[in-house]
């Protein structure tokens, strides 16, 4: 386990796979997005962001693209703030839009609103990309330092599965992950700040434990 976009940086250039943990909301936005059938869902940090650590949402931007491409696809990008005018939201992706655009790839922005993300836009088949200050910043960064892979799990409720549920899911997902990549995890609670995100990091912890990956 660790913690902050430093966190998931350490982990990314030790070659390990990281699992983000960010309740409110990105990770829970993800989620919601894996559930409704999104193709793939990426991290990255916002316009502006300083994290402590080296970022890049452009090459998220271009991967998600490279993604988009292969699968035939536009991307949704999902970004804060949550309740807010949408030009100011359209600032900060815009290094990820940016990026779309260079490549020539349709794009969609709204809200980072969590398990309610669903009801702004389609999700089935598309690419996404949550662009966030602290969940968004720790996957970005974790890519940036060299993670062969990087996935959202979060610990809420989400429409027609319960937390546990989804905890268990998203314990499964970090493993798998890690599993194709040389078997390294480690969880990231996207906020050292934040109670939510360290205590959810944990319960996802457990559940990998619970899972096995530690007896593997």
């Known amino acids: ?45 916002p316009a502006g962001a300083a994290p402590p650590v080296p970022v890049s949402p452009e090459a998220v931007g271009t991967r998600a693209a490279s993604i988009a491409r292969q699968r035939g696809t536009d991307v949704l990008v999902v970004a804060e703030p949550r309740v807010g005018p949408p030009g100011e939201r359209a600032e900060r992706a815009a290094p990820v839009t940016r990026a779309l655009d260079a490549a020539g790839v349709r794009y969609e922005v709204v809200a980072n609103q969590g398990a309610e993300v669903g009801g702004l836009a389609a999700m089935a088949g598309r690419v996404v990309v949550v662009v966030s200050t602290t969940g968004g910043a720790a996957f970005d960064a974790a890519l940036a330092a060299g993670a062969p892979g990087a996935c959202f799990v979060t610990t809420a409720r989400i ?50 434990i619970d899972q096995g990956f530690l007896r593997s």
Request: charged fraction near 20%.
């Open 159 to 208: 429409a027609g599965m319960t937390g546990w549920e989804v905890t268990r899911l998203g314990a499964i997902r970090g493993i798998e992950l890690a599993d194709r990549h040389g078997g390294a995890l480690s969880i990231v609670a996207a906020s050292a700040n934040s109670t939510d995100d360290c205590l959810a990091a944990f319960e996802v912890a457990r559940a990998v």
């Open 1 to 45: 386990m660790s913690f902050d976009a430093s966190g998931a940086a350490e982990a990314g250039a030790r070659g390990r796979a990281v699992a983000v943990v960010d309740v409110v909301d990105a990770a829970t936005s993800a989620e919601a997005a894996v559930a409704l059938g999104a193709v793939d869902v990426l991290g990255a940090a």
